[in-house]
């Protein structure tokens, strides 16, 4: 990219293509009878684009005017905040032992840029949702477990490992992000002992046997953390059930999850005085998300404990483009049952490719089309990696949004960074999904109806050609103009 904006250059954003709305209502109803008013009320603009400067950047403001029925020949994007649908728990990133670690190892100012970066909602980008992993991950510097091998009785169960890098980067978060921070957990594999192939890699599966010492385990686990002064609000429970990984994995079929969470993980989180943690099934890709879904929630007494299917986005090794429609027909059938993005981030590390503009939207195409797919929440994979990619203790090196170049002590901003903070910095935790919807396929887009009262409105342009189209709300109109290859947050 041309420029990585300063932190300081981003305290004069406000909150994304936000209007002032408090004539709309904000209670549970689906439809205000109230008319959204946009007299005397300007638009602001923040966009980040290609082969500019833009980055998060306040580039306009925008007037509305009368302007009634548009042509056909007329660019729109028509938005409608009288129409409400989920409701927004957060979006952020995941911290792993690789994001951990390579923190670690920046100097102390760095360190203080990269959560000011993240978790600041005036000089930052505002995260206010995490994820973390029980025991090791592929983003590990190897594998390791909570407990002494045969300890069925979990008595050895201690998260010292996490003590070192893990556990205060999480505490430095959630001061940064002003003292709450919504954290989730997942395991990628049970220890050694408790599977058939004895190994915490390459698939296998969870002995029968073991399905209680399992689901204690993640009761242990979820104490340890909040004696450490970390709040648990969910967790999943099994990352990627049905992939069989070179790293930590185990393989799950839905009707094994299924009784898994009504025999075992369900009761013994309700038994242990858990029953408010937000429990998620699945975690794993769009493709088989229908599949899994109706499995689970298809059985009443498994369906009960569960508050949410989670997915990721990488169904797109098979060569098929991102499955949102999948997303749309668990909604349909489940309505009750709340969707979120556990995972994403682009794989195949090179870092001759940190500039790549195709990092950035690869997330703008994904987020847009989730939201308005009904998701309540989006989590990044690392947030920050070295300059390899890692650690990661099988080689498996990806790109995050922030890399740490430990060689110079240098802090990277992919364009990752600046296309997901067009969401987090604008979407806070309560915002209700409004209607926003174009007339031409180049530009996609989203909105939300804040708790403060304020709309923000997200344009996706991926296209090679820039586009002047009408901001449209009940017969008025602002003029606006979408850059190529760009994201904007529009705000009135």
């Known amino acids: 990219m041309k420029k990585i904006q300063s932190l300081a250059s981003l305290t004069l954003l406000a909150a994304g293509v936000a209007f002032s709305c408090s004539q709309v209502k904000t209670n549970q109803s689906k439809t205000s009878n109230n008319t959204f008013q946009v007299d005397n009320r300007s638009v602001t603009v923040y966009t980040t684009a290609k082969d500019t400067d833009l980055r998060l950047s306040q580039n306009g403001t925008l007037r509305f005017q009368d302007f009634g029925q548009p042509l056909e020949t007329q660019v729109c994007v028509f938005v409608d905040p009288s129409k409400t649908f989920q409701t927004m728990v957060g979006i952020g990133g995941a911290i792993t032992d690789a994001t951990a670690e390579t923190f670690a190892k920046m100097p102390k100012d760095k360190q203080q840029e990269i959560m000011k970066a ?80 004895k190994t915490m890699l390459r698939g296998g599966k969870l002995l029968p046997e073991y ?142 490719r940190i500039n790549d503009w195709s990092l950035g939207e690869r997330y703008g195409y994904s987020m847009v089309n989730d939201f308005n797919a009904g998701t309540v929440a989006w989590t990044d994979w690392n947030m920050v990696l070295d300059e390899k990619g890692g650690p990661n203790h099988v080689g498996n090196f990806c790109f995050a949004p922030i890399h740490a170049d430990t060689r110079n002590g240098k802090v990277l901003y992919t364009n990752s960074y600046y296309y997901l903070g067009h969401f987090s910095k604008f979407v806070k935790p309560g915002a209700k999904r409004i209607i926003s919807s174009s007339n031409r396929d180049a530009l996609q887009t989203t909105a939300f109806l804040n708790p403060d009262g304020k709309v923000a409105v997200i344009v996706l342009n991926t296209t090679d050609k820039p586009l002047d189209y009408k901001l449209w709300i009940n017969g008025k109109a602002a003029d606006a103009k979408s850059l190529p290859h760009s994201i904007a947050t529009l705000v009135l």
């Open 118 to 197: 993240y978790y600041d909602p005036t000089n930052g980008i505002g995260y206010t949702l995490g994820r973390t992993t029980i025991h090791s991950s592929d983003f590990s510097s190897g594998s390791y477990t909570y407990v002494e091998d045969n300890d069925k009785e979990l008595k050895t169960f201690s998260v010292k490992h996490d003590e070192q890098y893990r556990i205060p980067f999480i505490k430095q978060a959630i001061q940064a992000a002003g003292g709450k921070l919504t954290m989730y957990v997942s395991p990628w594999s049970p220890p050694a002992w408790m599977k058939d192939t």
């Open 211 to 352: 399905r209680q010492n399992w689901a204690n385990y993640y009761i242990k686990f979820i104490n340890s953390y909040e004696q450490a002064g970390i709040p648990i609000w969910g967790l999943s429970v099994q990352n990627e059930p049905m992939a069989k990984q070179t790293w930590e994995s185990c393989i799950f079929t839905g009707e094994e999850e299924r009784d898994f969470i009504k025999e075992y993980l369900g009761p013994t989180l309700h038994k242990s005085g858990m029953k408010d943690k937000k429990l998620i099934a699945w975690d794993h890709n769009r493709d088989l998300i229908y599949q899994r879904a109706s499995t689970v929630l298809n059985d009443p007494e498994a369906a009960k404990y569960v508050w949410g299917i989670g997915y990721h986005w990488y169904e797109t090794w098979t060569g098929s483009d991102m499955l949102f429609d999948n997303l749309r027909k668990v909604k349909e059938t489940f309505p009750e049952t709340n969707l979120i993005f556990t995972e994403g981030c682009i794989e195949k590390f090179d870092f001759n």
